[in-house]
């Protein structure tokens, strides 16, 4: 996990040396801010591979921000963990639906900080074959991460990218929350299933301007079907 820059925004000294240290133990550039403002001109002047971003800031909280960043080009697919003392599944929620890619609770270990950055890393490059997908008016592009409906090209994070991949070659199946987060997010991530629907919410979004957001179903009691012919709802 060489050659990864980090921004740490933390306004909290001691959790974000703590941070910084063990992240430079397994090889990060580590930049730290202690708001949102000094973040800013931090991604300005370098891009980064992964923001660790505490809820609670002076200013702008770290959930503003998040949807900040998930609302820029620029910056929209660099992911994203929550740092927060706030623990309740509202909370968590939340802080996945403003665009983090994971949420932690204080206080942490180490070794869990570690392990759900090495699983959000993971995810950002999906393990894809490199043949285009093609599936009901929609091309998939692994090796350029492109998705065109068409002719038109469709924005989608890193996340929903590897979740429409794997509905595109499992078509027509229903998937359960628990299949997903194995075959989407890997057995061995701590995520919740809540963490399905708000990536699912996600994905039918961005297909909203091609209208295949219809043709992800929700299956009440099972989870989700992707499908070339969705139920008429009336």
Do not use: C
């Not at 702008?60 to 309740?88: C, E, W, Y």
């Not at 939340?94 to 932690?104: F, P, Q, V, W």
């Amino acid at each position: 996990m060489s050659n990864i820059t980090t921004i740490v925004v933390e306004d909290e000294p001691a959790i974000s040396e703590l941070i910084a240290v063990n992240l430079n133990y397994i090889g990060h550039k580590v930049l730290r801010a202690s708001d949102t403002i000094q973040a800013e001109n931090l991604i300005k002047n370098r891009l980064p591979d992964l923001i660790i971003l505490d809820w609670m800031l002076p200013g702008t909280n770290g959930s503003q921000f998040a949807k900040h960043l998930r609302s820029s080009d620029r910056t929209n697919k660099v992911p994203i963990i929550m740092l927060t003392a706030k623990s309740s599944e509202e909370d968590k929620v939340e802080g996945l639906e403003s665009g983090a890619d994971d949420y932690i609770t204080k206080p942490f270990s180490p070794r869990e900080l570690i392990a759900r950055i090495r699983a959000v890393l993971r995810r950002r490059t999906p393990h894809v074959t490199d043949e285009t997908i093609s599936f009901n008016g929609i091309n998939l592009e692994p090796t350029t991460r492109k998705v065109i409906s068409d002719g038109k090209l469709i924005y989608i994070g890193t996340t929903e990218f590897k979740l429409l991949h794997f509905f595109m070659t499992h078509a027509e199946r229903v998937h359960s929350r628990a299949q997903l987060l194995d075959n989407v997010w890997g057995d061995h991530v701590f995520v919740e299933e809540r963490t399905v629907d708000v990536h699912i919410r996600r994905l039918r979004k961005a297909l909203i301007p091609t209208s295949q957001h219809l043709h992800i179903e929700t299956i009440r009691g099972s989870g989700y079907r992707y499908t070339a012919k969705p139920e008429k709802r009336t």
